[in-house]
């Protein structure tokens, strides 16, 4: 890679978010069973994952913005942490190290990765992951981390797999436009001065830009999100949890089937009774209160190969958290979702985020700031892998994957399906959420209230 490659404005901007007190950093999980080959294990890493050159550069400031720079001495070593989990190896040690590695800043004088492997978790091993944003984001690192794994049943060192495609990644159904219009609109805000040269191309891309100016204009004029237990100050320190025992992805569909609304429809809705049941717990009152989350949205084409970089948009959706009746508050959420659905906000923000990795940070940071005043939490949903999956020798059990959240935005939910499994994961400020497991064990017994509901035949009265 030369020294003078530009850090694209997209990937930029995560750099001038990045606060001691939010890192941008993507943090994933993944257990595999007993047998990890350590050897092998390295040598994948070596091999597929650094096969991307940018993997062994750091990002550093210019006069311009910044450039990738290769490090000197790089040592795959540096990158790849050994470690046992405490005793007595259960889950909560496994939240309670995860929420620490969150929390660490990167060493600036290496490239800003780590895998941090933790041995003795269930009798196999569990992989920390964590990735400075303005390498990648999440979709993208999901499809190259899983460019490291090999189906169950392949021959164990053979050759990398190719990488899924970017349609089994993201919310496709949040993505109106064709991805030709999406790039006209997003490479308009980089593009600049070449329409002069092509007045044709300028009148389309000119529409685009109006309906995009409109969706920033729409963003910029929400009201900020209502004061909750989510909207405290910053302290860095992150606290992790996750569903121990996920819901199948087959009944939350069947669900969704029989409502006529979409599985993203029945999984935000969940979550949405759950925040609602959890800051009631702790003392808020969420009568009649509604909560955005920002939602990433994959951009990327379906026969785009897999690279870094940064290429999804945010959409602000709204969470009913004060709506008790589950059929009542799945209407809600279904509504909101359509509303989004004919909206150009994904490209939208995509296109400001360019825009913000080419200034300054001191007029990044008030931006940042705005925005991130209109929600109270990212979600992100990421359909995986249905097969089984190894990772040299063992066989991966579990998988999340969690994306930073910007400005005073302190709270990250995942959802990931793996083999039929929908998986709900939570990393939280301390100030926010000292406890996310008591968020997590509300996830279950939400679902339950819905499918009760569904079985008494409620729910073709509310949503038809």
């Given at each position: 890679?030369?020294?003078?490659?530009?850090?694209?404005?997209a990937?930029?901007?995560?750099?001038?978010?990045?606060?001691?007190?939010?890192?941008?950093?993507?943090?994933?999980?993944?257990?595999?069973?007993?047998?990890?080959?350590?050897?092998?294990?390295r040598?994948?890493?070596?091999r597929?994952?650094?096969?991307?050159?940018?993997?062994?550069?750091?990002?550093?400031?210019?006069?311009l913005?910044?450039r990738?720079?290769?490090?000197?001495?790089?040592n795959?070593?540096?990158?790849?942490?050994?470690?046992?989990?405490?005793?007595?190896?259960?889950?909560r040690?496994?939240?309670?190290?995860?929420?620490?590695?969150?929390?660490i800043?990167?060493n600036?004088?290496?490239?800003?990765?780590?895998f941090?492997?933790?041995?003795?978790y269930?009798?196999?091993?569990?992989?920390?992951v964590?990735i400075?944003?303005?390498?990648?984001?999440?979709?993208?690192l999901?499809?190259?981390?899983?460019?490291l794994?090999?189906?169950?049943?392949?021959?164990?060192?053979g050759?990398a797999?190719?990488?899924?495609?970017?349609g089994?990644?993201?919310?496709?159904?949040?993505?109106?436009?064709?991805?030709?219009?999406?790039?006209?609109?997003?490479?308009?805000?980089?593009?600049?001065v070449?329409y002069?040269?092509?007045?044709?191309?300028?009148?389309g891309?000119?529409?685009d830009?109006?309906?995009?100016?409109?969706?920033l204009?729409h963003?910029?004029?929400?009201?900020d999100?209502?004061?909750?237990?989510?909207?405290?100050?910053?302290?860095g320190?992150?606290r992790?949890?996750?569903t121990?025992?996920?819901?199948?992805?087959e009944e939350?569909?069947t669900?969704?089937?029989?409502?006529?609304?979409?599985?993203?429809?029945?999984?935000?809705?969940?979550?949405?009774?759950s925040?609602?049941?959890?800051?009631?717990?702790?003392?808020?009152?969420?009568?009649?209160?509604a909560?955005?989350?920002?939602?990433p949205v994959?951009?990327?084409?379906?026969?785009?190969?897999?690279?870094l970089?940064?290429?999804?948009g945010?959409?602000?959706?709204?969470?009913?958290?004060g709506?008790?009746?589950?059929?009542?508050?799945?209407?809600?959420?279904?509504?909101a979702?359509?509303?989004?659905k004919?909206?150009?906000?994904?490209?939208?923000t995509?296109?400001?985020?360019?825009?913000?990795?080419?200034?300054?940070?001191?007029?990044?940071?008030?931006?940042?700031?705005?925005?991130?005043?209109?929600a109270s939490?990212?979600?992100?949903?990421?359909?995986?892998?249905?097969a089984?999956?190894?990772?040299?020798?063992a066989?991966?059990?579990?998988?999340?994957?969690?994306?930073?959240?910007?400005?005073?935005?302190?709270?990250?939910?995942?959802?990931?399906?793996?083999?039929?499994?929908v998986?709900?994961?939570?990393?939280s400020d301390?100030?926010?959420?000292?406890?996310?497991?008591?968020?997590?064990?509300?996830?279950?017994?939400?679902?339950?209230?819905?499918?009760?509901?569904?079985l008494?035949?409620?729910?073709?009265?509310?949503?038809?």
């Open positions: 890679m030369s020294t003078v490659e530009r850090v694209a404005g990937d930029r901007a995560w750099l001038l978010m990045e606060r001691p007190t939010n890192l941008m950093v993507v943090v994933g999980l993944i257990v595999v069973g007993p047998g990890l080959d350590r050897a092998r294990y040598e994948i890493v070596a597929r994952f650094l096969a991307h050159e940018r993997l062994r550069c750091i990002p550093v400031a210019d006069a913005g910044a990738w720079v290769e490090a000197g001495q790089f795959l070593d540096d990158h790849i942490a050994w470690t046992a989990l405490p005793e007595p190896g259960t889950q040690e496994l939240e309670a190290l995860l929420g620490e590695l969150a929390s800043p990167f600036p004088g290496r490239p800003l990765w780590m941090h492997v933790v041995e003795g269930r009798g196999g091993c569990a992989i920390i964590r400075h944003h303005a390498y990648a984001d999440g979709i993208a999901v499809r190259v981390l899983l460019s794994t090999d189906e169950v049943g392949a021959a164990p060192h050759a797999r190719e990488p899924p495609p970017s089994f990644l993201g919310l496709a159904d949040l993505m109106p436009l064709p991805f030709a219009a999406l790039r006209q609109g997003v490479d308009l805000l980089e593009a600049g070449g002069l040269l092509h007045p044709m191309q300028a009148a891309a000119a529409r830009a109006l309906a995009y100016s409109g969706e204009l963003i910029a004029a929400l009201t999100d209502p004061p909750t237990r989510l909207k405290q100050p910053l302290s320190a992150r992790a949890a996750w121990a025992q996920p819901l199948a992805l939350v569909r669900v969704a089937q029989l409502l006529g609304c979409t599985v993203n429809d029945v999984l935000l809705s969940i979550l949405a009774g925040l609602g049941r959890y800051l009631a717990a702790q003392g808020d009152d969420p009568t009649d209160l909560i955005r989350a920002v939602v994959n951009l990327r084409a379906e026969d785009e190969p897999a690279t970089g940064n290429r999804f945010l959409v602000f959706a709204r969470l009913p958290i709506l008790r009746h589950p059929l009542e508050r799945l209407c809600a959420v279904r509504a979702m359509q509303e989004l004919g909206s150009s906000q994904a490209a939208a995509l296109g400001l985020l360019s825009v913000v990795g080419t200034l300054p940070s001191a007029v990044a940071e008030p931006a940042t700031a705005m925005f991130s005043a209109k939490l990212v979600v992100s949903h990421l359909p995986g892998p249905r089984p999956l190894h990772l040299a020798n066989e991966i059990t579990q998988v999340l994957f969690w994306v930073p959240e910007a400005g005073s935005i302190g709270t990250g939910v995942s959802i990931l399906s793996y083999r039929g499994d998986q709900f994961g939570v990393i301390r100030q926010m959420i000292p406890r996310p497991d008591e968020l997590i064990a509300l996830i279950a017994p939400e679902f339950e209230r819905l499918v009760y509901l569904v008494l035949g409620g729910g073709a009265v509310l949503l038809g």
